[in-house]
């Protein structure tokens, strides 16, 4: 599965725009702009991104409560994402949701999820809707190595092999649900747990756009075909805390450092098309300061947005009631 | 003189009817009675009607006090001559109690005629049949016509008495009761095409017509179409003798979907507005929420009464119409002005008092009479 | 129009919603049954035969076995739902709402407010619930109150087999989650129920019966039985209007606040538990609305707040009768 310059230009701007999207949600959280609380997803673009660029409007995924950068690589609307995350009634879901539940199901986003686990049921039912509407769409769930060990995601696995779905179930392992150690907390492992349920497995270092983008396409290309169900295990590394104002004092001191220096994978990335002569750096430069002016607008924009009007708390709760 | 003893039962009011009550006795124990005298009130879940007498004599007995219910066919009273003596009344009720009981619980189930569907020109008709006799030989059937929004069993006071002498026939118009719902483009000819293509379906050839609202239209546009076919036609409180009709009534009656706003709007039918029972609006609130009703009343009132105006009018081609005609109006009428009924001449035309647009039940007895009258001699 | 039982009158819903729309689909703990086993196809067609006779129409394709993995398939209705089917999915008992409630309350019924608006979730889950078929605390209980507890749900709670039809069409065109809850005691009863599909709209209760003196106010199974106390209650001279809100969500609280004001006397039947129940909520809708119009205190008759028993004899003393809602009309009469 070669990935042409464009799908590469692309691939990197859509990882940049992630990174920045969450380094400046860190910042501007710190400086109380933001309302609630956040979850930043900086560190692990290479997932999203890796297994999104293969898909298209036919496809749904479902996210978590780490769910911005699932967000960016599905396509939603970068402003729309910013001014929601500030609670401006412009936002994507017009201020209702909040960081937490983004959504926008015309790009075949179904939202982040408050519910550790909510998203695995969520996306058999997409894939159900495609199979049976014969759309030749997949759909894919986002999880992480906690709601791994939620009954949802289990029975999920199951239900998707049993009514042999399009699904695929990505497993996004950055070492703590919370702030509790994936090493304590999962028994056994992942790709046995998929073996178990009669699933084709990947495990792979989510760090390597290109491992991810790989196993993406051969998870996608069999669900498409008919071939049921597929979980995706990547190993990866959060690069701030579970949410902003977490003080992380369960990692070990450097964690971080040592994984933006030696295990980045914006670097990684750039270090592989660089080397073999793909892209050259200068073109690279040029995506982060564009992706850098695309989201400094964001921000601007979005503190110049007013709140939601006051009647916005009554509407949408139903369709008609 | 003679020693014949009548029983006066509870009479079957609409398919659905299976008991009724009695409200008041309006003639007393011993009191002569003449055919068709009213002489009792009865209420049933829909509707509170008068009860005539069916026979001439003395009301001997009176078995049922006012405010008892009793099931169809249960003995009211007795009407014989007064030379018949008081052992004979005894015996005869005892008799007729006796039976009764038996046949009441046989019954339970088997209870009277059950509507059919024939299928006319494609469209799925709902008809219900009393009476026998196909034209031809004896007496030509007769073919009722509902209005707008109505359905069978608005003849519910008529059908039973008009079948002693011959074939009725009542049907569902489209768009209406139980028949079919859809494709229904609305206007009053494509209505007649249905009723004729029902002729055709249930084999008769030719027929008399009573229509009533606008189905009485219908009955003048068949009329007015294949004249062969029609031997009468009673207009009944009828559209197209004029162009006015009640839209309030016409808009009131599609828009409503509550029981609240229906009421007033039903009320407009009667001259006693305390006819409209729940239970009948609780009929039409069901019939309004089928699938395709609320479409079929739509194009039907767009078709046919546009603006408060009735788009088709025959008044003046009526000498066109080579088929008798008669009308029957309530005076009261709200829905279409019993003005309209001087289109046709006397001493066809029949306009009663203490009635509304629902003549046929607010007066059963009188239309019935006169309808009977006016079919006899053709 | 014929005769249907309220287990017919559902089935003809399901198949008529399915002939009309190819994507409604039903799904839920052997719908169809015997799936991949040995014996016949349509085995069950549910646990108490409601969708039997849809798979052999519809095919496996339209009438989804599952297994018992409520969360999943539940979950998988509503994603189902957000992305362009009309999925019907069987809680087999609303009992089980206790493995699946997240992708109910968390998920279906918030999705279109936390999403701006933009999310349309048209699921139905149909379960049975109620008293009355000795099968003790985790099979028998009436959630209903839970549901409608929840913005974004409707709640559906249809009294007879008319009611039924009509609110399951009406369940499965609608663009909003639905709870359909069908009383498991009431699957055979009979009555007319017209064979065109009809829809009966959410939100406007049927008064079943017309008095003077007192307004009771029932839902579901409780609607025949404030039927039958009503009936009885006319010989002693006593007329009651009897008010079957038809949905718990929305709610119909003008009719009840209206027929308040008409009576003065309002008596509340709920098969639920008395703590935060409907006869709780729709006292207090009447205590606020229509307190002026009362001449006597509000009664509730509903079960004792203790969970299902099992023995008959306890079980009979637990659920709410005719004769209680009777006295309790004559107290307030008194």
């Given at each position: 599965?070669?990935?042409?310059?464009?799908?590469?230009?692309?691939?990197?701007?859509?990882?940049?725009?992630?990174?920045?999207?969450?380094?400046?949600?860190?910042?501007?959280?710190?400086?109380?702009?933001?309302?609630?609380?956040?979850?930043?997803?900086?560190?692990?673009?290479?997932?999203?991104?890796?297994?999104?660029?293969?898909?298209?409007?036919?496809?749904?995924?479902?996210?978590?409560?780490?769910?911005?950068?699932?967000?960016?690589?599905?396509?939603?609307?970068?402003?729309?994402?910013?001014?929601?995350?500030?609670?401006?009634?412009?936002?994507?879901?017009?201020?209702?949701?909040?960081?937490?539940?983004?959504?926008?199901?015309?790009?075949?986003?179904?939202?982040?999820?408050?519910?550790?686990?909510?998203?695995?049921?969520?996306?058999?039912?997409?894939?159900?809707?495609?199979?049976?509407?014969?759309?030749?769409?997949?759909?894919?769930?986002?999880?992480?190595?906690?709601?791994?060990?939620?009954?949802?995601?289990?029975?999920?696995?199951?239900?998707?092999?049993?009514?042999?779905?399009?699904?695929?179930?990505?497993?996004?392992?950055?070492?703590?649900?919370?702030?509790?150690?994936?090493?304590?907390?999962?028994?056994?492992?992942?790709?046995?747990?998929?073996?178990?349920?009669?699933?084709?497995?990947?495990?792979?270092?989510?760090?390597?756009?290109?491992?991810?983008?790989?196993?993406?396409?051969?998870?996608?290309?069999?669900?498409?075909?008919?071939?049921?169900?597929?979980?995706?295990?990547?190993?990866?590394?959060?690069?701030?805390?579970?949410?902003?104002?977490?003080?992380?004092?369960?990692?070990?001191?450097?964690?971080?450092?040592?994984?933006?220096?030696?295990?980045?994978?914006?670097?990684?990335?750039?270090?592989?098309?660089?080397?073999?002569?793909?892209?050259?750096?200068?073109?690279?430069?040029?995506?982060?300061?564009?992706?850098?002016?695309?989201?400094?607008?964001?921000?601007?924009?979005?503190?110049?947005?007013?709140?939601?009007?006051?009647?916005?708390?009554?509407?949408?709760?139903?369709?008609?009631? | 003189?003679?020693?014949?003893?009548?029983?006066?039962?509870?009479?079957?009011?609409?398919?659905?009817?299976?008991?009724?009550?009695?409200?008041?006795?309006?003639?007393?124990?011993?009191?002569?009675?003449?055919?068709?005298?009213?002489?009792?009130?009865?209420?049933?879940?829909?509707?509170?009607?008068?009860?005539?007498?069916?026979?001439?004599?003395?009301?001997?007995?009176?078995?049922?006090?006012?405010?008892?219910?009793?099931?169809v066919g249960a003995l009211l009273g007795v009407v014989a001559d007064r030379s018949v003596p008081e052992t004979e009344i005894d015996a005869f009720i005892a008799r007729f109690q006796e039976e009764f009981a038996v046949e009441a619980a046989e019954a339970a189930d088997a209870a009277g005629p059950e509507p059919q569907f024939a299928d006319a020109g494609g469209r799925r008709l709902r008809y219900l049949v009393m009476g026998e006799g196909r034209g031809g030989e004896g007496a030509a059937p007769l073919v009722l016509i509902h209005g707008f929004g109505g359905d069978l069993n608005n003849w519910q006071f008529n059908q039973p008495a008009l079948a002693e002498d011959r074939a009725v026939y009542a049907l569902d118009l489209p768009g209406h009761g139980e028949s079919t719902k859809h494709g229904v483009q609305g206007?009053?000819?494509?209505?007649?095409?249905?009723?004729?293509?029902?002729?055709?379906?249930?084999?008769?050839?030719?027929?008399?017509?009573?229509?009533?609202?606008?189905?009485?239209?219908?009955?003048?546009?068949?009329?007015?179409?294949?004249?062969?076919?029609?031997?009468?036609?009673?207009?009944?409180?009828?559209?197209?003798?004029?162009?006015?009709?009640?839209?309030?009534?016409?808009?009131?009656?599609?828009?409503?979907?509550?029981?609240?706003?229906?009421?007033?709007?039903?009320?407009?039918?009667?001259?006693?507005?305390?006819?409209?029972?729940?239970?009948?609006?609780?009929?039409?609130?069901?019939?309004?929420r089928l699938d395709g009703v609320g479409q079929a009343l739509r194009a039907i009132a767009d078709a046919a009464f546009a603006g408060g105006r009735q788009a088709k009018v025959f008044a003046n081609d009526l000498d066109r119409i080579k088929v008798p005609v008669q009308a029957i109006w309530g005076a009261d009428d709200r829905i279409v002005p019993a003005a309209h009924a001087t289109a046709i001449p006397e001493p066809h035309r029949h306009v009663l008092g203490g009635a509304g647009h629902m003549v046929h039940m607010e007066k059963a007895g009188e239309v019935n009479r006169l309808i009977s009258d006016f079919l006899t001699v053709r | 129009m014929s005769k249907k039982s309220y287990r017919q009158a559902i089935n003809e819903a399901l198949a008529q919603e399915m002939r009309r729309d190819p994507t409604v689909i039903?799904?839920?703990?052997?719908?169809?049954?015997?799936?991949?086993?040995?014996?016949?196809?349509?085995?069950?067609?549910?646990?108490?035969?409601?969708?039997?006779?849809?798979?052999?129409?519809?095919?496996?394709?339209?009438?989804?076995?599952?297994?018992?993995?409520?969360?999943?398939?539940?979950?998988?209705?509503?994603?189902?739902?957000?992305?362009?089917?009309?999925?019907?999915?069987?809680?087999?008992?609303?009992?089980?709402?206790?493995?699946?409630?997240?992708?109910?309350?968390?998920?279906?019924?918030?999705?279109?407010?936390?999403?701006?608006?933009?999310?349309?979730?048209?699921?139905?889950?149909?379960?049975?619930?109620?008293?009355?078929?000795?099968?003790?605390?985790?099979?028998?209980?009436?959630?209903?109150?839970?549901?409608?507890?929840?913005?974004?749900?409707?709640?559906?709670?249809?009294?007879?087999?008319?009611?039924?039809?009509?609110?399951?069409?009406?369940?499965?065109?609608?663009?909003?989650?639905?709870?359909?809850?069908?009383?498991?005691?009431?699957?055979?009863?009979?009555?007319?129920?017209?064979?065109?599909?009809?829809?009966?709209?959410?939100?406007?209760?049927?008064?079943?019966?017309?008095?003077?003196?007192?307004?009771?106010?029932?839902?579901?199974?409780?609607?025949?039985?404030?039927?039958?106390?009503?009936?009885?209650?006319?010989?002693?001279?006593?007329?009651?209007?009897?008010?079957?809100?038809?949905?718990?969500?929305?709610?119909?609280?003008?009719?009840?606040?209206?027929?308040?004001?008409?009576?003065?006397?309002?008596?509340?039947?709920?098969?639920?538990?008395?703590?935060?129940?409907?006869?709780?909520?729709?006292?207090?809708?009447?205590?606020?609305?229509?307190?002026?119009?009362?001449?006597?205190?509000?009664?509730?008759?509903?079960?004792?707040?203790?969970?299902?028993?099992?023995?008959?004899?306890?079980?009979?003393?637990?659920?709410?009768?005719?004769?209680?809602?009777?006295?309790?009309?004559?107290?307030?009469?008194?």
């Amino acid at each position: 599965m070669q990935l042409n310059r464009e799908e590469l230009l692309q691939s990197y701007r859509t990882m940049c725009t992630i990174r920045e999207f969450e380094e400046r949600v860190h910042s501007e959280f710190s400086e109380g702009g933001i309302p609630g609380f956040v979850h930043l997803y900086a560190g692990e673009e290479a997932s999203a991104v890796g297994v999104c660029s293969h898909l298209d409007d036919r496809d749904n995924i479902a996210s978590t409560h780490r769910g911005h950068g699932h967000c960016i690589a599905k396509g939603c609307d970068v402003n729309g994402m910013m001014a929601e995350i500030f609670g401006r009634g412009d936002g994507l879901c017009g201020g209702k949701g909040g960081s937490m539940h983004i959504a926008d199901l015309s790009k075949g986003m179904m939202g982040a999820n408050g519910i550790v686990g909510g998203g695995p049921p969520l996306i058999c039912g997409a894939a159900l809707t495609a199979k049976t509407l014969k759309t030749g769409g997949v759909a894919v769930a986002f999880v992480g190595d906690g709601a791994s060990n939620q009954g949802t995601t289990l029975e999920s696995y199951n239900l998707a092999k049993v009514w042999n779905l399009p699904a695929i179930f990505v497993v996004e392992d950055n070492g703590y649900a919370e702030s509790t150690a994936s090493v304590w907390a999962v028994a056994g492992d992942q790709s046995k747990r998929a073996a178990a349920f009669g699933m084709p497995s990947y495990e792979l270092d989510g760090n390597d756009f290109f491992a991810i983008h790989q196993a993406a396409g051969e998870a996608v290309e069999r669900a498409r075909g008919g071939g049921g169900p597929s979980l995706i295990h990547v190993k990866l590394t959060r690069y701030f805390g579970h949410f902003e104002g977490d003080a992380m004092t369960y990692r070990q001191a450097g964690e971080i450092e040592v994984a933006r220096r030696e295990r980045d994978p914006l670097r990684f990335f750039r270090q592989r098309v660089t080397e073999a002569g793909v892209l050259e750096a200068h073109q690279l430069d040029e995506i982060e300061s564009e992706v850098k002016r695309l989201i400094d607008q964001s921000v601007v924009l979005s503190k110049a947005a007013p709140p939601p009007t006051p009647e916005r708390l009554l509407t949408d709760v139903y369709v008609s009631y | 003189m003679s020693n014949e003893i009548k029983a006066l039962t509870m009479p079957k009011w609409g398919l659905a009817m299976t008991e009724g009550a009695v409200t008041s006795w309006l003639v007393e124990d011993g009191a002569d009675l003449r055919e068709g005298d009213e002489i009792l009130e009865i209420e049933t879940t829909k509707i509170t009607n008068v009860y005539e007498s069916p026979a001439s004599g003395v009301l001997r007995r009176r078995t049922v006090e006012a405010g008892q219910t009793v099931p169809v066919g249960a003995l009211l009273g007795v009407v014989a001559d007064r030379s018949v003596p008081e052992t004979e009344i005894d015996a005869f009720i005892a008799r007729f109690q006796e039976e009764f009981a038996v046949e009441a619980a046989e019954a339970a189930d088997a209870a009277g005629p059950e509507p059919q569907f024939a299928d006319a020109g494609g469209r799925r008709l709902r008809y219900l049949v009393m009476g026998e006799g196909r034209g031809g030989e004896g007496a030509a059937p007769l073919v009722l016509i509902h209005g707008f929004g109505g359905d069978l069993n608005n003849w519910q006071f008529n059908q039973p008495a008009l079948a002693e002498d011959r074939a009725v026939y009542a049907l569902d118009l489209p768009g209406h009761g139980e028949s079919t719902k859809h494709g229904v483009q609305g206007g009053v000819a494509e209505l007649a095409e249905a009723v004729g293509d029902f002729l055709n379906a249930t084999g008769i050839q030719r027929a008399h017509l009573a229509g009533h609202s606008m189905g009485g239209a219908v009955a003048l546009h068949l009329a007015s179409d294949e004249p062969a076919r029609v031997v009468s036609v009673t207009l009944v409180c009828s559209a197209g003798l004029g162009e006015e009709i009640n839209a309030d009534y016409i808009e009131g009656f599609i828009a409503a979907d509550r029981r609240k706003e229906f009421k007033p709007v039903l009320e407009m039918l009667f001259a006693d507005p305390s006819l409209v029972s729940r239970d009948m609006i609780e009929e039409l609130l069901k019939y309004k929420r089928l699938d395709g009703v609320g479409q079929a009343l739509r194009a039907i009132a767009d078709a046919a009464f546009a603006g408060g105006r009735q788009a088709k009018v025959f008044a003046n081609d009526l000498d066109r119409i080579k088929v008798p005609v008669q009308a029957i109006w309530g005076a009261d009428d709200r829905i279409v002005p019993a003005a309209h009924a001087t289109a046709i001449p006397e001493p066809h035309r029949h306009v009663l008092g203490g009635a509304g647009h629902m003549v046929h039940m607010e007066k059963a007895g009188e239309v019935n009479r006169l309808i009977s009258d006016f079919l006899t001699v053709r | 129009m014929s005769k249907k039982s309220y287990r017919q009158a559902i089935n003809e819903a399901l198949a008529q919603e399915m002939r009309r729309d190819p994507t409604v689909i039903v799904m839920g703990e052997d719908n169809a049954g015997g799936m991949g086993a040995p014996g016949d196809d349509d085995a069950w067609g549910g646990v108490l035969g409601v969708t039997k006779g849809l798979m052999p129409e519809f095919g496996r394709d339209r009438v989804l076995d599952t297994p018992i993995t409520e969360s999943a398939f539940i979950g998988a209705a509503v994603g189902a739902a957000a992305t362009g089917l009309r999925p019907v999915a069987e809680l087999m008992f609303v009992d089980f709402l206790g493995v699946c409630f997240d992708q109910i309350f968390n998920q279906a019924a918030k999705f279109r407010y936390m999403f701006g608006g933009k999310a349309v979730t048209p699921v139905v889950i149909r379960t049975m619930y109620g008293a009355g078929f000795r099968a003790a605390s985790q099979h028998s209980q009436c959630l209903y109150p839970i549901f409608t507890h929840i913005p974004g749900l409707k709640v559906v709670v249809p009294s007879s087999a008319y009611e039924a039809k009509g609110l399951l069409i009406q369940s499965i065109r609608d663009n909003d989650p639905v709870i359909f809850l069908e009383h498991k005691v009431l699957y055979d009863e009979i009555e007319e129920v017209p064979d065109e599909p009809y829809t009966i709209p959410f939100g406007e209760a049927n008064l079943t019966r017309e008095g003077d003196h007192v307004t009771i106010v029932a839902l579901g199974r409780m609607v025949g039985f404030a039927n039958r106390a009503a009936d009885a209650l006319q010989k002693e001279g006593i007329t009651c209007t009897v008010v079957d809100p038809r949905t718990t969500s929305p709610l119909d609280e003008d009719t009840i606040i209206e027929s308040v004001e008409n009576t003065g006397r309002l008596v509340v039947v709920d098969e639920a538990s008395p703590r935060c129940g409907m006869a709780a909520d729709i006292s207090a809708l009447v205590a606020q609305n229509a307190f002026k119009a009362l001449k006597a205190p509000i009664r509730m008759v509903t079960p004792p707040h203790t969970p299902v028993p099992f023995a008959p004899q306890l079980e009979d003393a637990y659920i709410p009768t005719p004769e209680k809602i009777a006295d309790a009309v004559r107290h307030v009469m008194a």
